[in-house]
Antibody
Framework: QIQLVQSGPELKKPGESVKISCKAS????????MHWVKQAPGKGLKWMGW????????TYADDFKGRFVFSLEASASTANLQISNLKNEDTATYFC?????????WGQGVMVTVSS | DIQMTQSPSVLSASVGDRVTLNCKASQNINKYLNWYQQKLGEAPKLLIY???NLQTGIPSRFSGSGSGTDYTLTISSLQPEDVATYFCFQHNSWPWTFGGGTKLELK
C-alpha cells in the first residue's frame, strides 16, 4: 500500500536549521510530485510548494522562498525539507504529500517546535 | 493569488442530516478543486478531486459539485465519524491554495 513515513518531532532554537525526511513506499517514487504543506498550531493548511521527483526541480510558494529547500534522495525514495535560520513562526506541523493534480496521499506530519 | 473562502467556518449538525459545505474562489478555477477531511491530530485525507470525483475508499455519502468560482461538498447522511475539519484546495493556478476550513461538529 502507498505510504509516506516522515521523520520524528524536532525541537530547535531560533537561528538553527532542521531537516525533515519523507520516505515513500508502495509506488514508483519518480511517477508523482511531492508537495509540502505547513500547518501552524490550531490553524489551517498552507501549501509551501512541490518538487518534481523526476527532474529534482523545486517550486516554492512566495512565502517559502529563501530559507526553505526541497531536495530528494531518489535512490532511497525520500524527499526532504530543510529550513534554515529558524524563527518562532516556523513552529508548525509539516506534511509531505504525493500528487500531481493536488496531493492525494499524505505523510503523518512532523511537528517542529522553535523555542529559545 | 487565488483566495479560497469556505463557509460556514463552523457547522453543527445531527447524525443523519444532509450537510452542505461551501467553497468560493476569488476567480474561476475550472473545476480544479479538491476536498480534504482532517480529523483531530491526523493528516488530511483526500475525499474528492477535481470537483466531483470520489477518491478510492471514500464512502458514497460524500459528493462534490460546482463550477467556475463556487463549489460544494455534500454529506448525504452525517455519521459520527464525519466530525472533522474540511478544507477545499484549488490546483488551477500557482500558487495552489487552501481554504480556511469548515469545522463540522455534532449537535
Amino acid at each position: 500500500q502507498i505510504q509516506l513515513v516522515q521523520s520524528g518531532p524536532e525541537l530547535k532554537k531560533p537561528g538553527e536549521s532542521v531537516k525533515i525526511s519523507c520516505k515513500a513506499s508502495g509506488y514508483t517514487f519518480t511517477d508523482y510530485a511531492m508537495h509540502w504543506v505547513k500547518q501552524a498550531p490550531g490553524k489551517g493548511l498552507k501549501w509551501m510548494g512541490w518538487i518534481n521527483t523526476y527532474t529534482g526541480k523545486p517550486t516554492y510558494a512566495d512565502d517559502f522562498k529563501g530559507r526553505f529547500v526541497f531536495s530528494l534522495e531518489a535512490s532511497a525514495s525520500t524527499a526532504n525539507l530543510q529550513i534554515s535560520n529558524l524563527k518562532n513562526e516556523d513552529t508548525a506541523t509539516y506534511f509531505c504529500a504525493r500528487g500531481d493534480g493536488g496531493p492525494d496521499y499524505w505523510g503523518q506530519g512532523v511537528m517542529v517546535t522553535v523555542s529559545s | 493569488d487565488i483566495q479560497m473562502t469556505q463557509s460556514p467556518s463552523v457547522l453543527s449538525a445531527s447524525v443523519g442530516d444532509r450537510v452542505t459545505l461551501n467553497c468560493k474562489a476569488s476567480q474561476n478555477i475550472n473545476k480544479y478543486l479538491n476536498w480534504y477531511q482532517q480529523k483531530l491530530g491526523e493528516a488530511p485525507k483526500l475525499l474528492i478531486y477535481n470537483t466531483n470525483n470520489l477518491q478510492t475508499g471514500i464512502p458514497s455519502r460524500f459528493s462534490g459539485s460546482g463550477s467556475g468560482t463556487d463549489y460544494t461538498l455534500t454529506i448525504s447522511s452525517l455519521q459520527p465519524e464525519d466530525v472533522a475539519t474540511y478544507f477545499c484546495f484549488q490546483h488551477n493556478s500557482w500558487p495552489w491554495t487552501f481554504g480556511g476550513g469548515t469545522k463540522l461538529e455534532l449537535k
